[in-house]
């Protein structure tokens, strides 16, 4: 039988590269927020094309930081509603309810399973302060509409891309097109750690700041706490590993496309209904 998801062939091929990153970690001595966090944070950020990539725990722990850093921020409070799909995994959800926000579930397009941006304006109303789209299967959401909808009625747009490592509409990646956007590395996905491992990617330099103390405990200097923050940080030797497999994500995702479009080809039969592919 062909196992569905081969992680431990899929992780092996890198395995003498693992091997030399984690005697380097090792033998370094230091294991949080060192020089392979912040290689890493660098290098992510270029491949969205964003200002920042900060590094955190996992793809909720993502989620929930950026919705509490705009409440720092003053740009939500609790009560306030985000507009999310109603397909979306747990996560998702888990994220909005823990920032004391309200999900708000919007129907998905029959066709490509993505949330439809006609169903986010029927859900508009003086509460709502977010949209939270979450880009399924390797697909982005139409982020121009999307963000146009956003656009006129003032409200932050939050990615949920913990299934859209690299994925791109009209020559820009997840991660870049809304407000802040949160990834998995969950081992699953299609740019996995060896462990639980998460970022947030953004172009806003208030929430970046805020960001990067609040998943340490709320502090930029030991022991100086500027809020009630968390622990939730990418550990050295996960973004280490990360850091080489970023390296062939792009490749990976051009064989991932490849078996994708030869089941669209080749899948016929009238009881299964195959996505609708607009990317």
């Known amino acids: 039988m062909i196992p569905f998801l081969d992680l431990k062939n899929i992780n092996l091929q890198y395995g003498d590269e693992f091997e ?6 090792l033998q370094s001595g230091w294991f949080i927020l060192g020089n392979e966090l912040e290689t ?15 590094g955190v725990a996992n793809g909720l722990d993502a989620l929930i930081l950026i919705l ?7 740009k939500l409070k609790e ?11 747990i996560a998702s959800i888990l994220a909005i309810s823990k920032a004391g926000l309200v999900p708000m579930l919007a129907e998905p397009d029959n066709n490509t399973c993505l949330i439809a941006p006609e169903n986010i304006e029927k859900l508009i109303s003086a509460k709502t302060k977010a949209i939270m789209p979450v880009h399924l299967y390797g697909q982005l959401c139409e982020m121009d509409k999307v963000c146009e909808i956003a656009k006129l009625h003032n409200l ?27 990834f998995s590395f969950y081992p699953g996905k ?23 103390a609040y998943r340490n405990y709320g502090s930029n200097v030991k022991y100086y706490n500027l809020f009630k923050g968390i622990n ?17 994500l792009d ?11 030869c089941y669209l080809e080749n899948i016929r039969n009238e009881k299964i209904v195959l996505p609708t592919c607009h990317n």
């Open 20 to 25: 030399v990153a984690f005697k380097r970690v």
């Open 40 to 54: 890493f944070e660098k290098e992510f950020a270029s491949f969205c094309g964003t200002k920042y990539c900060l």
């Open 68 to 74: 509490e850093g705009y409440k720092l921020l003053g």
């Open 79 to 89: 009560g306030d509603e985000v507009i999310v799909p109603a397909n979306t995994y």
């Open 156 to 182: 932050l747009v939050v990615e949920d891309a913990a299934q859209a490592h690299g994925a791109i509409l009209n020559d820009k990646k997840a991660g870049n097109w809304g407000d802040a956007a949160g």
């Open 190 to 212: 299609n740019l996995g750690a060896l462990g639980d491992a998460g970022a947030i990617t953004t172009n806003d330099d208030e929430l970046a700041g805020i960001l990067k």
């Open 232 to 248: 939730s940080r990418l550990d050295e030797l996960q973004a280490a590993f990360l850091k080489i497999k970023l390296k062939y």
């Open 251 to 261: 490749k990976e995702n051009d064989e991932r496309r490849a078996i994708a479009c």
